[in-house]
C-alpha cells in the first residue's frame, strides 16, 4: 500500500507525464491546419461578383496554404442554401463562407433562417468593395444628377426607378435614396439586371440603380450615363461623377455600397481564423490581384476579423431599418 504522501507524489507525476503528453498533441493538432482542401461556399451562380472574387482569392489562398481551394456555387434565394451548409459545417476553417452585404439584408428580410447571421459565422475578413451607381440611358432626358433632382421634385410620383428584385442591396439602395431625398417616386424591380438595362434603354424607365460592375460594359459603350455615385468617396473607375452626397442638404451624409468578404462556422479555433486573415491581408496586397478586381469594378479590401464582424452587424441594422421604412414585406 502506498501512503498518502507517495499516493499524491505518484498523481503529481502521473499528471505531469499527461500534460508533457498532450502539448505535442496540441501543438501537432494547430499546425496540422490546414489538413485537407479547403471549399469556399458561394451563396451566387458563377461569373458574378461574388464568383469572381472567391475564384480570385481562392486561387492565391491555395497557393499560401498549400491545399487545393475549391468553389463551390450554391445559388439561392437570400443565400439560405449556402450559408446553411457552412454553419453546418465542422468549424475547423476547411469550410467558408462568402459574406456580403446581401447577407446582412437576408438577415432582416426573411421571417426566419436555418441559421442566425450573427451567432452561427465568425467572419474572417472583408475582401472588396464595389460601387452603386445611379444611370440614366445616354440619350434620355436627364445629362445631370441635378436634373434627375429637379424633375423628381417638380413631378412628384413621375419618376421610375428600376433595381433587381425587391430586397436586392440596389433596391433596397434606391429606397434609401428616396427616404433621404425626400423624393417621391416609383421603384420598378426586374428580375435581374438585365431587364432593367433593356427597360432604361428602351425608355420605360427614367433611370436605374446598380452596381457598377454590370452596367460599366453599357457606360464605356456610351449606352449608358453614370449621374451619380452612392458610395462615400469616387469610384476609382468613374472619377468624374460625382457623388450623391454631393449635392449636401438632406443627402449630404447618404452612403450606400457594397461589399463581401469570408466567414467560418462559428467556434473555429482563433488561432486558424487569424492565419486565414494573414493569408487574406496578404493576398489582398497583391498587385495581380488588385488588377483582376478592379477589371470588373472591385476594389480589393481587407480587414480585420473584428472590423468584419462589425460591418456585418452595422449592415444587419441598416438595411433592417430600410426595410421597416419602405414597408417591405418580409419573405
Not at 463551390?72 to 467558408?96: F, M, R, W
Not at 423624393?183 to 439586371?193: C, E, H, K, S
Amino acid at each position: 500500500m502506498f501512503s498518502v504522501s507517495k499516493r499524491a507524489a505518484l498523481q503529481a507525476c502521473v499528471s505531469i507525464f499527461l500534460a508533457a503528453s498532450a502539448a505535442p498533441s496540441l501543438l501537432w493538432a494547430q499546425a496540422a491546419f490546414p489538413s485537407k482542401p479547403i471549399k469556399i461556399v458561394v451563396p451566387n451562380a458563377p461569373g458574378g461578383a461574388a464568383d469572381i472574387t472567391a475564384r480570385t482569392v481562392g486561387q492565391k489562398l491555395s497557393e499560401a496554404l498549400g491545399q487545393p481551394v475549391v468553389i463551390e456555387n450554391k445559388p439561392s434565394a437570400g443565400g439560405i442554401v449556402a450559408g446553411e451548409q457552412v454553419a453546418h459545417a465542422d468549424p475547423d476553417g476547411h469550410t467558408l463562407l462568402l459574406i456580403s452585404s446581401g447577407t446582412a439584408v437576408s438577415a432582416s428580410l426573411f421571417k426566419s433562417l436555418p441559421f442566425d447571421t450573427v451567432k452561427d459565422f465568425t467572419p474572417v475578413s472583408k475582401l472588396a468593395s464595389f460601387d452603386l451607381v445611379i444611370a440614366v440611358s445616354e440619350d434620355g432626358r436627364f445629362k445631370t444628377f441635378a436634373e434627375l433632382l429637379a424633375y423628381a421634385k417638380a413631378n412628384p410620383g413621375k419618376l421610375n426607378i428600376g433595381t433587381p428584385q425587391i430586397g436586392t442591396t440596389q433596391n433596397l439602395a434606391a429606397e434609401m435614396f428616396l427616404s433621404a431625398s425626400g423624393l417621391q417616386a416609383q421603384i420598378v424591380p426586374f428580375n435581374g439586371t438585365p431587364p432593367v438595362i433593356t427597360a432604361l434603354r428602351g425608355g420605360s424607365i427614367d433611370a436605374m440603380v446598380e452596381i457598377l460592375g454590370p452596367v460599366m460594359p453599357q457606360i464605356k459603350s456610351k449606352a449608358l450615363r453614370p449621374l451619380a455615385v452612392l458610395s462615400d468617396k469616387r469610384s476609382p473607375g468613374l472619377p468624374d461623377v460625382p457623388l450623391v452626397r454631393e449635392e449636401g442638404a438632406s443627402l449630404a451624409k447618404f452612403q450606400a455600397a457594397s461589399w463581401n468578404g469570408l466567414a467560418v462556422p462559428a467556434r473555429t479555433p482563433h488561432e486558424v481564423v487569424l492565419r486565414l486573415n494573414k493569408e487574406l491581408q496578404a493576398i489582398l496586397k497583391m498587385p495581380d490581384v488588385k488588377k483582376r478586381l478592379s477589371d470588373v469594378s472591385l476594389y480589393a479590401e481587407g480587414s480585420t476579423p473584428e472590423q468584419a464582424s462589425e460591418l456585418l452587424s452595422f449592415d444587419i441594422k441598416r438595411w433592417a431599418d430600410v426595410i421597416a421604412k419602405a414597408k417591405i414585406e418580409k419573405q
